[in-house]
């Protein structure tokens, strides 16, 4: 019989596997034809699956919820005593689950979207590395070896959207994402590094037990926490450092699916989640993550109204749905944070899926004004697509409607003008999935003759993908089927072990509240919904030309509020004049200068103390002598 103690013992193969297939595609890439290198590391992220599934089950028989188990040594220096430990608990299973089992999905999905790429072995290998390094991630049983998967998933970010590197303004969406995630990064170093000096330790066991000691918003903790949360910032694309993400959909779209649904920005909301119980002693904290969070949701979701991309109208969706997950983690309901974080890697998934089946089918074509009627003729892709966005939307029983309903629940506990502004969110997200849905499926095809000539459903690669996707964005909410259904909230109950809610008191919430709350949202998103199509399918309303001015709120909207150009104005502007006007001058006049002078002093001192060496010995006896002399007089007198 297998047992969780058992089967934990094979827990490094988890990481390792798909880290292994990084290494053979590399190393054989030259020997690996056709479809090999997409069959061997989607092979072996399945066994990384199958081996976290095995876990699941022996954890959920087991009286022993949580293992750590130690793989060896690791840091020996001094009081910094670091080994390397698993940490296999609730959560991290379930992470491991996400990332592997989604991850698993988008992989044999990239084997039929990348086949005639002329990298795909690189592809491939980049692939295994960045779901290694995921998984090693959640899995470490510290801080250090959380921070190891953390710099892994930023390296392949950077490899995987530059991923072609012909094009310049790829390369520049790259760098842009590996420099804004330096900035969360170095807020995460300082955090770990004051987590030692306060500690004396990085693992999470040893900080957590020692948490007692203090009491809530103790300047240090906070302090901690913060750094934490610049970390989480940059990495979970949070205003201020959330404009890598849109731009990182210069990648190809699995990777924009992988980014998206199943690793890198669900990152912060993980570490987040897994320093709860430090987090709790944080209030101050918690209610700034709150308000990032509040004003992240809204602030993406009104750009995501006016962008024709459809892999940007997507991207702006997943910051949104980020900020509703750090609205749960801010109001310290850190179980739905998860809930959400697990559906939306379904349809998230399937949505950046389904618009690369489009785009497959469509030659290339992202411009959703150049689409349209595409129902009849990708009817997989359609019927994924629809069921991808009634779950963003919300609408019951799809996984969306629990998830972000159990959010606004918390919300409204706490505050009902959080809740208010929450739901206003939630029904722009509806809004500009019906637009993107209505204005790529239905009415007439506006792409070129051409275009249309060539359109066919996708093969089964890439559309058995989307319909298992589409499965779970169907059933994933009843993984944590709320009571007043009748369910048990199994996934929270799960996850109990390994996370500590601050705030428990959406649960107390009268019965009836929840049945109006909830009746209310339906009514809107329903009202949202017919808006939508009368205004995209019977009015045929398209959005403007490029060269069709727009008015004030349109035209700031579709320009994402030139953050962008804010930033170039205030950083990359005054960083490039330094660069090209100041440094230079600097360079040669105060650094080469300084260091010239030390090299000019040292011949010249050379020049003159060499004569001393002239080869009359009754002058070497005189120094040695009186060298003798000098240091015993030193000895007596000082």
């Known amino acids: 019989m297998v047992t969780f103690s058992n089967i934990v013992k094979y827990a490094w193969l988890v990481p390792l596997l798909p880290f292994a297939g990084f290494l053979i595609i590399i190393f054989f ?4 034809k056709g479809k090999s290198s997409g069959i061997i590391a989607s092979a072996l992220i399945s066994l990384s699956f199958l081996i976290s599934l095995l876990m699941f089950f022996a954890q959920s028989d087991s009286a022993v919820k949580s293992i750590t188990l130690n793989i060896f040594s690791w840091l020996d220096v001094g009081a910094l005593k670091i080994p390397f430990e698993l940490l296999i608990d609730p959560l991290s299973l379930n992470m491991m689950l996400i990332v592997s089992g989604v991850g698993l999905l988008i992989h044999v999905f990239s084997i039929g979207y990348m086949l005639h790429d002329e990298r795909f072995n690189t592809f491939f ?3 295994n590395l960045f779901s290694a390094s995921m998984l090693l991630l959640v899995m470490g049983a510290n801080y250090l070896i959380l921070f190891m998967g953390w ?11 530059g991923f072609w590197f012909k094009n310049d303004l790829y390369n520049l969406a790259a760098r842009k994402a590996f420099v804004m995630n330096r900035i969360g990064d170095l807020g995460f170093i300082l955090g770990i590094i004051l987590l030692f000096f306060t500690f004396r330790t990085l693992n999470f066991s040893g900080v957590f037990a020692q948490l007692s000691a203090f009491t809530p918003n103790n300047s240090t903790i906070v302090i901690i926490t913060l750094l934490l949360l610049v970390g989480a910032l940059g990495k979970s694309a949070q205003i201020p450092l959330f404009t890598w993400l849109p731009d990182a959909m210069a990648g190809p779209t699995p990777v924009s699916a992988l980014i998206h649904a199943a690793t890198m920005v669900t990152a912060g909301i993980y570490l987040i989640a897994r320093s709860s119980l430090l987090f709790n002693l944080a209030p101050f904290t918690l209610d700034i993550i709150l308000a990032i969070g509040l004003i992240t949701a809204l602030f993406a979701a009104t750009i995501g109204i006016y962008q024709n991309d459809i892999k940007k109208v997507l991207a702006y969706s997943t910051v949104s749905q980020l900020g509703y997950m750090f609205i749960a983690l ?14 939306h890697a379904f349809f998230k998934a399937l949505l950046f899926l389904g618009a690369g089946s489009i785009i497959h089918a469509l030659s290339g074509e992202q411009d959703i004004r150049k689409m349209g009627g595409l129902k009849k003729k ?14 963003i939307s919300g609408f019951p029983p799809f996984s969306g409607f629990f998830s972000k309903d159990e959010i606004l629940m918390a919300a409204f506990a706490r505050n009902p003008l959080i809740y208010v502004l929450g739901l206003f969110g939630a029904l722009m997200t509806c809004f500009y999935m019906f637009r993107l849905l209505f204005l790529v499926f239905y009415n007439q095809f506006r792409g070129t003759p051409e275009q249309e000539s060539h359109i066919h459903e996708s093969p089964a690669l890439i559309s058995v993908p989307l319909i298992i996707l589409a499965i779970l964005s169907v059933v994933g909410g009843f993984l944590n089927f709320p009571e007043i259904f009748g369910g048990k909230a199994a996934q929270a109950n799960f ?7 601050y705030a428990s008191n959406a649960g107390h919430m009268a019965v009836s509240t929840e049945w109006i709350l909830m ?6 998103l329903l009202f949202i919904v017919a808006f939508a199509y ?9 959005p403007a030309g490029d060269e069709i001015p727009l008015a004030f709120i349109p035209k700031l909207l579709s320009n994402k509020y030139y953050v962008d150009e804010l930033y170039n104005w205030l950083i990359v502007m005054p960083y490039t004049a330094l660069s090209e006007k100041v440094f230079p001058k600097m360079e040669l006049n105060i650094i080469d200068k300084t260091v010239n002078s030390f090299g000019e002093y040292t011949m010249w001192l050379g020049e003159k103390v060499r004569r001393i060496q002239a080869g009359n010995i009754s002058f070497y006896v005189f120094a040695m002598v009186t060298g003798v002399i000098f240091f015993i007089i030193i000895n007596l007198y000082f």
């Open 29 to 32: 890439s030259r020997l690996l």
């Open 125 to 127: 290998a980049y692939m």
């Open 151 to 161: 710099e892994g998933v930023g390296l392949c970010s950077y490899l995987l959207i």
């Open 330 to 343: 801010g109001l310290g309901v850190y179980s739905s944070a998860i809930f959400h974080l697990t559906t």
């Open 378 to 391: 990708l009817p997989i892709t359609f019927l994924t697509f629809l069921i991808a966005t009634l779950a």
């Open 495 to 501: 996850l109990s072990v390994s996370l500590t809610n």
């Open 519 to 524: 009746a209310v949202s339906v009514l809107f």
């Open 534 to 542: 009368n205004r995209f399918i019977k009015q045929k309303m398209l």
